[in-house]
């Protein structure tokens, strides 16, 4: 079983043209397959980077040429799918709308994973701190470990915001670079910030918002909150 992907499509349409895939070749290649098969994945890709109906229509024309089956990796890739293909008579009205529903779910998705991410590289970044010499006690581990939980807690929803912007506008410009700036400047927030937690945490210290009217005397009532940069 082969699973064709979408820069496949694009080659065999002409929509990518390069000398080393020629579209007559990619076209006799997979038509020629037995048992392959295209995700609602490589058909979301094709759909959310072709915003014109006439490029829609040569995408939607080209996979009813070809042997293929169709799967669904995505909660609502099923319904994606036979939206897309199962009209024989392409309607370019129908594609517009259809073009942004598919984007929208494309950016959601694509959020939560890039998102998923940036906080599995900060978490893995505070794991190695966290071996560091200077945190000597367990205090200070704790410290440094509530410190972090706070910090991807509650800056969650600015990250996930921040995140979504840049894509909207990568799908609005196709600049990359501008995109992968975005996201390292989000990363590098989140490292700065680990970093003031850290140093705080070997010198035993919180952040911490202190409620004068319920507190025990001789205790703090530390919440362990990181600066919230969505309000910057």
Do not use: W
Request: charged share 20%.
């Amino acid at each position: 079983m082969y699973l064709i992907d979408s820069n496949l499509v694009y080659y065999g349409t002409g929509l990518n043209i390069t000398p080393d895939f020629p579209s007559a070749k990619v076209t006799a290649a997979l038509s020629a397959l037995k048992d392959a098969f295209i995700s609602d994945i490589s058909i979301i890709e094709l759909i959310a980077h072709h915003p014109d109906p006439k490029q829609g229509k040569m995408v939607h024309d080209y996979l009813h040429t070809l042997p293929l089956s169709y799967r669904a990796v995505t909660y609502p890739g099923i319904q994606i799918l036979n939206d897309f293909r199962l009209p024989s008579t392409y309607e370019a009205a129908k594609y517009a709308v259809f073009h942004t529903q598919v984007k929208e779910f494309k950016v959601q998705y694509e959020c939560q994973l890039i998102s998923f991410c940036l906080e599995a590289i900060v978490a893995a970044f505070s794991h190695i701190l966290f071996k560091d010499a200077k945190l000597d006690t367990d205090s200070k581990r704790q410290k440094l470990m509530l410190h972090m939980k706070a910090l991807l807690v509650s800056n969650r929803s600015f990250l996930q915001t921040l995140v979504t912007q840049a894509l909207v506008e990568f799908y609005v410009d196709s600049d990359s670079d501008k995109l992968k700036g975005k996201l390292e400047d989000a990363l590098s927030i989140l490292a700065f910030v680990t970093n003031v937690n850290y140093v705080a945490a070997t010198k035993d210290e919180y952040f911490y918002e202190t409620t004068p009217a319920t507190q025990t005397p001789g205790m703090e009532k530390n919440i362990a909150l990181s600066p919230d940069f969505s309000h910057s």
